[in-house]
């Protein structure tokens, strides 16, 4: 049987997952969600549960309203490293949540590398 393109993505996601939990040691983690209109990163500190940075591509002071491309993403990229350096925060796991590294993910983490994340 083969599988749909929404197991494939639930499997990449699970694996993914399970190899930060077995690597994490403190860091936070650099959550990327991609819609077909919007990219959304978080800084989750999974210890405490709780969400320490965000940026999204729906922010009006980003100017990227509505667009959904790498340029887009690329500036979502750069407000989480400078919003993670107003938090103190330097190091991180990237979690690509079962989307695949290339086009708008590779995008905003070499963004994010550049403003200073380190992952």
Same mark, same amino acid.
């Given at each position: 049987?083969?599988? #749909?393109?929404?197991?494939?993505?639930?499997?990449?996601?699970?694996? =993914?997952?399970?190899?930060?939990?077995?690597?994490?040691d !403190?860091?936070?983690?650099? #959550?990327?969600?991609? #819609? /077909?209109?919007n990219?959304?990163?978080?800084?989750?500190?999974? =210890?405490? !549960?709780?969400?320490?940075?965000?940026? #999204?591509?729906? +922010?009006?002071?980003? /100017?990227?309203? !509505?667009?959904?491309?790498?340029?887009?993403?690329?500036?979502?990229?750069?407000?989480?490293?400078?919003?993670?350096?107003k938090? /103190?925060i +330097? +190091?991180?796991?990237?979690?690509?949540? /079962?989307?695949?590294?290339?086009?708008?993910?590779?995008?905003?983490?070499?963004?994010?590398? +550049? !403003?200073?994340?380190?992952?």
């Amino acid at each position: 049987m083969a599988n #749909s393109k929404r197991d494939l993505f639930l499997k990449r996601r699970l694996r =993914v997952r399970n190899k930060l939990k077995k690597m994490a040691d !403190g860091r936070p983690r650099l #959550s990327v969600h991609r #819609s /077909g209109k919007n990219i959304s990163v978080q800084l989750i500190d999974d =210890v405490q !549960g709780r969400t320490l940075a965000a940026a #999204s591509s729906l +922010e009006k002071d980003l /100017g990227i309203v !509505g667009k959904n491309n790498v340029e887009a993403s690329a500036k979502v990229g750069a407000a989480i490293a400078e919003r993670a350096k107003k938090a /103190g925060i +330097e +190091e991180c796991y990237f979690d690509r949540g /079962g989307f695949l590294f290339h086009g708008k993910v590779k995008a905003l983490a070499d963004a994010a590398r +550049e !403003g200073g994340l380190k992952f």
